[in-house]
């Protein structure tokens, strides 16, 4: 079952984060920002600005990418797939060029810190599992 959670999170996780990611138009991705800052100021979250959505919204970016491929693909190392997500957000930062955004340094640190994260709780997400397997055969 965990393993086909991740699957689905990571179809879920293409469609959607994909699109944003590769959004032609960067004001309207800064406009989102500034839409969510609006209905955080409006239901009295305070201190934080649209710049700071966008820097929270880059840190969990591929988290749960990295997540659904450990648990979903857990047969591969999840090092390996932590690589490859890595790759993934720089060659979406270059993608980004092509299309006429900003491509950021910042944004791929944010982007790989998520990725380590979400690797990481992946990883210990499938041994809790294959623990729980041992104990209960």
Known sequence: MLRWVG?????????VVGVALLWPDGRDINRLFVDVYLVGRNWGVRGLGPEDYATLANLVAFLPLAFGLVVGWSRVK?????????????????????????????????????????????????KVSERSDRVGS
Do not use: F, K, M
């Open 7 to 15: 699957r689905l999170l990571v179809v879920a996780y293409l469609a």
């Open 78 to 126: 999840a090092w390996v797939w932590l690589v490859v997500v890595v790759a993934l957000s720089v060659g979406a930062e270059l993608l980004q060029r092509q299309l006429w955004r900003e491509p950021s340094v910042i944004d791929v640190v944010l982007n790989s810190s998520g990725a380590v994260l979400g690797t990481v709780l992946g990883w210990w997400r499938v």
